[in-house]
């Protein structure tokens, strides 16, 4: 399988987890497959748990590197494993013989870079994150201060060196335009496939929250169970619905202790993969997306954000500046200050609770916003014309 055939345009992106898949890389390789571009993924199974070699649906070919055995954080250990993992993409990319590396955040950017100019062929930088400020609050120390300066330096000079740089919002282009002339924004927006119709939202006997994404207390997790249980104690038939993975793994057994009595008006899935999202948020009548004060969530436009518009749901959001431009554009829902007393959230849901008409109204502005401008069908186009520009 590894064995290139006589393809045009084709295309490998570098990934440093194992392809879950993840949301924005999946939505990116297939709609450059769709293009006309043969797109190959090779991304690193660090625990091998998944299969070495898949073939999606869309064609998109998938490969993980298993031979680099490794856990995810930030440290010396770490940092000595990532070498090994950027050695193990060299071969397999002699072997497939791209005309275009497109590397997926820092980590795996060295790697392209190297293969990239050795083999005179362009380099695309997917800046997910700022990386350095992502993991700072993370490092401690005289180490950890090292760490960050390394980073910041490299991540920096490997800008400048890539043929362009997709990121995700306005506050990282406006960063990434100090280093690279070429950049584009590709924001976290959903397909709209399966959205073609907003939720019936408010229209049963009960009431139900729900949040996707990964589950811990920077992301609100806590914050969701004290409104729910706020809710229940107004005498209110509250659901909360939890989609995601817990991390870290033991915030999962700290939830379940803290949520007794209230466990079984929970409903936690697990992960789920992404074509199941739209199923589920029409399950539900409020999304919520209460992230706390961190610096790469007050930066970010959450995914979730967007998702739960195009599904016609009322949001319940931090006020983050870049969240709340979207928010109150178009007026889709609450903006919250992540730290204040959930009882106070409690009675904004309860208020419409008890109008339905105004969350319909939200939730359908949202869904005609996500329609008309926060759809990844609107700006795949940008991710093709940025590699018709680099590849001539």
Known sequence: MLSPDNVSNRVVMLLSNAFRPDTRVLKE????????????????????????????????????????????????RQLLRLPRFWLAIIPLLNRLKPDLVHCHDFDTLPAGLIWGRLNNRPVIYDAHEYYAELVRPRLRGLG?????HTIR?????AARLASGVITVDEILGAIYRKLNSRVIIVGHYPTLQGFQTPSQIFSSDQLTLIYVGRLSA??????YLEVL??????????????????????????????????????DW???????????LLRKADV??????????????????????????????????????????????????????DPA???????GWWSNPEIPRMIGYRGFQAARQTYNWDNIARQIVHLYQAVLS
């Open 29 to 76: 390789a297939q709609s450059l497959q769709t293009s006309g571009y043969d797109v190959t993924i090779l991304c690193w199974d660090r625990e091998r748990d998944f299969a070495p070699e898949e073939i999606l649906p869309s064609g998109v070919r998938v490969i993980r590197i298993q031979s680099v055995r490794s856990n995810y954080g930030i440290g010396f």
């Open 144 to 148: 950890g201060r090292f760490i960050y």
């Open 153 to 157: 330096y490299i991540e920096r000079f």
């Open 218 to 223: 920077d992301r609100g997790l806590f914050t």
């Open 229 to 266: 249980q706020h809710l229940r104690g107004k005498g209110i038939p509250a659901r909360l619905i939890l989609a995601g993975t817990f991390t870290p793994a033991g915030e999962g057994e700290t939830f379940w202790h803290s949520s007794k009595g209230q466990d079984g008006n929970i």
């Open 269 to 279: 899935l697990g992960w789920i993969t992404y074509d199941q999202i739209p199923d």
């Open 287 to 340: 999304g919520l997306v209460i992230l706390k004060s961190e610096p790469r969530y007050v930066a970010a436009l959450p995914v979730k954000l967007f998702e739960y518009m195009a599904a016609g749901l009322p949001v319940v959001a931090s006020n983050f500046p870049a969240t709340a431009s979207v928010v109150q554009a178009v007026n889709c829902g609450a903006l919250v200050d992540p730290e204040t």
């Open 344 to 350: 106070l959230i409690a009675e904004i849901i309860q």
